[in-house]
């Protein structure tokens, strides 16, 4: 059986504190910033099914995006990689939201915002 000292188990909880935190964070701007995308793009002028098809597309990417990522990190071992490159998609992506001056610039960034959740954030 694998031994850990001491100083290595409280480093690793430490981590893993730390990671919950990111974690917390993370979800709590993107699900306030995910409330609000409706309201903001009917104000930057998109219409309903604009609206619908915009939301759908992001959501299937997303989906689609945790297959491929999933297969990616098993092949390459690239797990926290892969982690880190979706929390600081998250990072950039939602406060883009509100520096965006039309619809298409929001949809665009709502699809990338759904692609932080294919690399396994959500």
Request: with cysteine; charged share 15%; net charge positive.
């Amino acid at each position: 059986m694998l031994k850990i000292s001491n100083p290595e188990r409280k480093a690793a909880f430490r981590f893993i504190i730390c990671l919950g935190f990111v974690s917390l964070f993370a979800d709590m701007t993107y699900e306030g910033a995910h409330s609000v995308i409706g309201p903001l793009l009917k104000d930057l002028g998109a219409t309903g099914t604009q609206v619908g098809i915009i939301m759908g597309l992001g959501e299937m990417i997303a989906a689609s995006l945790r297959y491929f990522s999933g297969r990616l990190a098993d092949k390459t071992r690239a797990y926290w990689t892969i982690t880190t490159l979706g929390y600081f998609l998250n990072l950039v992506v939602v406060p883009g939201l509100a520096f965006a001056g039309s619809w298409q610039v929001v949809a665009l960034l709502v699809v990338a915002c759904r692609r932080c959740c294919g690399f396994g954030l959500r």
